[in-house]
């Protein structure tokens, strides 16, 4: 049950974001809304320095805490829908990192603007201190981010990160 709600979820994503192209959504790269978008992502970049130093309060505060809100974290498992289950989610999710002054450097791969939704692809960067101090060292995650405006302000809906990995070559046997 768990592994078809994880498909229907993305697939729901999946169709949210192409719906949105044929339903009035328009790019806007170089645009007012642009630098808008950016300058709200230097303040969630805050958020997730907090975050990753333990304190969830302004990640939770520039999150949806609607119905649609879903994660794919980077701790695993099949994924939390709608705010009752994505907030303790992610309250648990920041408990795992301790305070330690680590800051976050994100390298935005895309990221794309229309009047209502927007999103990002990245790569972010740490030395968070995960737990005990033998879990320390750099930390990087590859993440996609769906934000969307609520009462004119952005808000994030949905979050996929997963750990960094090295890049295996297809078998050509």
């Known amino acids: 049950m768990k592994r078809n709600a994880s498909f229907i979820i993305r697939y729901c994503l999946t169709g949210f974001l192409f719906g949105a192209s044929f339903c009035g959504y328009t790019q806007n790269n170089d645009s007012v809304a642009m630098q808008g978008f950016k300058s709200f992502l230097v303040k969630w970049e805050q958020c997730i320095t907090h975050f990753i130093n333990g304190d969830p309060s302004c990640w939770k505060?520039?999150?949806?805490?609607?119905?649609?809100?879903?994660?794919?974290?980077?701790?695993?498992?099949?994924?939390?829908?709608?705010?009752?289950?994505?907030?303790?989610?992610y309250d648990w999710a920041s408990s795992q990192y301790k305070p330690s002054g680590a800051k976050i450097k994100v390298e935005y791969l895309s990221?794309?603007?229309?009047?209502?939704?927007?999103?990002?692809?990245?790569?972010?960067?740490?030395?968070?201190?995960?737990?005990?101090?033998?879990?320390?060292?750099?930390?990087?995650?590859?993440?996609?981010?769906i934000f969307k405006k609520e009462n004119g302000v952005?808000?994030?809906?949905?979050?996929?990160?997963?750990?960094?990995?090295?890049?295996?070559?297809?078998?050509?046997?």
């Open 61 to 89: 505060q520039n999150s949806s805490q609607t119905d649609d809100a879903t994660i794919f974290g980077a701790f695993g498992g099949y994924g939390e829908k709608s705010w009752k289950e994505v907030g303790p989610r």
């Open 111 to 145: 990221i794309i603007v229309g009047k209502d939704l927007a999103y990002t692809v990245g790569i972010e960067r740490s030395d968070a201190l995960l737990g005990d101090a033998k879990a320390t060292g750099p930390r990087v995650l590859r993440s996609t981010q």
């Open 154 to 173: 952005w808000k994030l809906l949905h979050r996929h990160a997963d750990p960094l990995i090295e890049k295996k070559a297809p078998n050509t046997n």
